[in-house]
């Protein structure tokens, strides 16, 4: 039975096999040289104080091929879930070939189960084995840009894509069983998933573990500056003093929940212009006041006001790393249950 | 071997155009004591028709005393149709039916009738004198 | 185990329309059974309800005294094979055959490779590229292979040429033959029925119309030929199927277990086509009456 799930998969273990392999030569090709010139140029960087033109020559070289393959680390869990789980069970009620296979000595259920656990389980050796080749040829990277939290990391590197790919394909199951056909099959899943992973991203991911608070000077703060919106002037700053951890909220606040107003500026900072519009954060512009206001204002507005950041911290990476992958297989092993159960009940 | 055909619009039933078939191989010499009928399954496997049907056939030719099925062998031609012959048949057994009555007037009952006939036949010559 | 089939009241409905409706069967063992009627009558429903392919909508049906699809064992002693023979394209035969003994316990590989061997077919060849009739013939030897009690097959020469049929029902006899396995075969054409059946089902308008013994339904059914007449005083015992009417003379076909006494009657025995069109045609003319009276169908 496991034999024949893999026969009728064979072709299309074959193709993913193929691209897996062109990806380990491209990483075999490329990552001894990016290493190369991470050890020589930006791993002592800090000791010549020319951090920041050894990243830029980093960036420059390497930037687009790293796009390029998270670009396709994200999408792979995605087009697993499509051409391997949407035509699973799709193919075959399209085809006719389910009076076949439905008619044999093995029960429905049984022969439904064997190709989930062969099929998924592919797909999750296959989107586990592009992790691992990507973490280890984007360590370098990594370390320049201290944003494990992120998605270009997070969501490619170590195990999520393992949970993703689960997820994906189980999406693709159950919309075969419930639409019979592949094609509609594809573009529901298509849909879905995009769906699912933003929404997880943005609403659950952030909450996995109460986020912690901490109130940091403004004093401290590593970039700030105006910007005009069309309500106003508006106050913003932040501080990039906590690497490889996931911000969730950062907020300028006074006592009593009081915040930065444009009203409040035009009162305490009335020789402050502001920037004219479209002007990126930290600069005046071309408006008469000067630096010394825009200096003065900052420190008035640090004697009442302080950020407040929600976030997570980095050490608690691996934490949420299980955490969300365990979350996305047990969803992919309930859509699978659910079609196995579909498919012997109400398939008739 | 004989090989059967039917013929879907003759009127005539299949099993009975296999009995017909037979006899008219009998009667033409293409069929001769001894010879061994195709098995069902052979028959079926030419023309396909149920399997019933020749078994029908293949029982009613046997009650005609025209062949006997050998169980695990086959059934078997015993009896031709050569026309000479039943006719030769018919003139001994009227002879039998006669010489039966005579030994009955002489008063002998069955069990003497048949010991006389058996002995006569064991002791006869087992081939024509010439 | 008498039954093959037993069916009680058996429908089913797609939507508001029924596909088939009030079935009462029980066919037993040992025969090859002819399901006969015209495209769109039930007769590929009926089937795969009995394999398990769809659930009833009312009613109940057994197939060799259990549900169907109640078990992978009760599933592997029945052999099915599906209107237009569905395979899978990508696979060779010999994957074909391997799914077979993987998936059947009572596989008998010998007789799956010989068969294989007497087509000339090779295993290697991708079954996408059969005929059509070499395709039921894979088709027959999956069902046959696995040594089944019953073999169920959906208008399976529908689509082949006459060389073609002819083999397939040979084969088809030769198993029946060798094997003790219950046969039910659906056609719309009665003549292939009438050479390998001898039980036959009349399906028409989604019911049952007739079901018996072949021999018994001829010996039962008697086409009567005379000057017209009124039609509606034969005594009970003898059923009215069909009857027609000219200027002077009146046919009536009928069913009757004792014989027809009636000397103004010229009695004649009917071909299994004959039987078959009776029942058909009565089954269209009361769909029609149906129609009329109700302004639509059930």
């Not at chain 2, 010499?29 to 029908?56: F, H, S, Y």
């Not at chain 3, 007769?43 to 009833?56: F, H």
């Not at chain 3, 009572?106 to 294989?116: C, K, P, T, Y």
């Amino acid at each position: 039975m496991i034999w024949f799930a893999w026969r009728q998969f064979r072709l299309q273990a074959l193709v993913v096999a193929g691209v897996l392999v062109a990806v380990a030569v491209l990483f075999i090709v490329t990552g001894p040289s990016m290493l190369h010139l991470f050890d020589t140029s930006v791993a002592n960087c800090r000791a010549n104080s020319d951090c920041g033109a050894a990243t830029t020559i980093f960036h420059d070289k390497y930037d687009k091929i790293v796009q390029f393959m998270t670009t396709i680390s994200v999408i792979v869990p995605a087009l697993l879930g499509i051409f391997w789980g949407a035509p699973l069970i799709a193919r075959e009620l399209e085809s006719g070939t389910y009076r076949l296979a439905w008619t044999q000595g093995v029960m429905r259920s049984r022969w439904m189960v064997n190709k989930l656990a062969v099929v998924g389980g592919a797909s999750m050796i296959a989107a586990g084995l592009l992790s691992w080749m990507l973490t280890w040829w984007a360590t370098p990277l990594d370390i320049i840009n201290q944003n494990r939290f992120g998605s270009m990391v997070y969501d490619t590197h170590y195990i999520t894509p393992i949970g993703y790919a689960a997820f994906a394909f189980a999406l693709g199951v159950t919309a075969g069983v419930l639409f019979r056909h592949t094609l509609p099959a594809m573009a529901t899943t298509i849909v879905a998933f995009a769906a699912a992973r933003l929404a997880f991203t943005s609403y659950i991911r952030p909450h996995l573990m109460s986020p912690v608070m901490k109130n940091i000077s403004i004093k401290h703060a590593t970039n700030f500056g105006f910007s005009r919106t069309p309500s106003g002037l508006q106050f913003i700053a932040g501080t990039s003093s906590y690497p490889n951890s996931l911000v969730v909220k950062s907020v300028v606040m006074g006592r009593h929940g009081a915040t930065v107003t444009p009203q409040w500026l035009r009162l305490h900072c009335p020789k402050l212009i502001g920037p004219p519009p479209n002007a990126s954060i930290g600069k005046v512009g071309s408006a008469p006041g000067g630096p010394q206001y825009f200096n003065a204002c900052v420190n008035k507005i640090a004697q009442s006001f302080h950020i407040v950041m929600t976030y997570q911290p980095a050490n608690r990476f691996w934490t949420f790393q299980w955490y969300e992958t365990s979350i996305y297989v047990l969803a992919g092993v309930a859509l699978c249950a659910l079609s196995v159960w579909w498919v012997r009940r109400r398939v008739a | 071997m004989i090989e059967f055909r039917l013929n879907g619009n003759s009127g005539v039933s299949p099993y009975q155009q296999i009995v017909q078939q037979v006899k008219s191989a009998l009667r033409l010499g293409q069929l001769r004591i001894g010879d061994q009928l195709p098995t069902v399954k052979e028959v079926v496997g030419k023309i396909a028709i149920n399997p019933n049907t020749v078994l029908k056939a293949y029982r009613e030719l046997e009650h005609d005393g025209l062949v006997a099925a050998r169980p695990g062998i086959g059934t078997f031609v015993v009896n031709s149709f050569d026309e000479t012959t039943y006719a030769a048949q018919r003139m001994l057994r009227r002879s039998l039916e006669v010489w039966i009555e005579k030994a009955r007037r002489a008063g002998l009952d069955d069990e003497s009738i048949e010991a006389l006939f058996v002995d006569t036949f064991l002791f006869s010559p087992k081939e024509l004198v010439r | 185990m008498t039954s093959a089939l037993q069916a009680t009241d058996l429908g089913k409905r797609y939507g508001r329309k029924w596909a088939l409706n009030s079935c009462t069967l029980d066919i037993p063992t040992g025969r090859v059974v002819g399901l006969v009627g015209p495209n769109g009558a039930g007769k590929s429903t009926l089937l795969q309800l009995a394999v398990g392919l769809l659930t009833p909508s009312s009613g109940t049906i057994t197939v060799l005294d259990e549900r169907p699809a109640s078990s992978a064992e009760q599933l592997g002693r029945i052999g099915y094979v599906a209107q237009d023979t569905p395979i899978y394209p990508g696979l060779s035969i010999g994957a074909h055959l391997h799914m077979g003994a993987a998936l059947n316990s009572n596989w008998d590989a010998q007789l799956a490779d010989r068969r294989i061997r007497d087509l000339a077919l090779d295993p290697r060849q991708h079954a996408g590229r059969l005929s059509g009739g070499q395709r039921a013939q894979l088709a027959l030897t999956l069902a046959i292979a696995k040594r089944p009690s019953l073999l169920l097959m959906d208008e399976p020469v529908a689509a082949l040429d006459p060389l073609a049929r002819r083999e397939f029902l040979a084969i088809l006899m030769e198993v029946v033959a060798d094997q003790e396995v219950s046969v039910i075969l659906s056609s719309h054409l009665v003549a292939d029925l009438e050479r390998v059946s001898d039980y036959l089902v009349v399906l028409a308008a989604s019911q049952v119309q007739v079901n018996g013994d072949i021999e018994e339904l001829l010996a039962t059914h008697h086409r009567l030929v005379g000057s017209r007449r009124e039609i509606d005083n034969f005594p009970d015992a003898v059923q009215v199927i069909e009857s027609s009417h000219t200027e002077r003379q009146s046919t009536v076909t009928v069913r009757s277990v004792d014989p027809i006494l009636d000397p103004t009657w010229s009695v004649e025995s009917l071909t299994l086509e004959d039987l078959v069109l009776a029942y058909m045609s009565q089954a269209e003319v009361q769909r029609r009456d149906l129609v009329r009276t109700n302004g639509g169908a059930r």
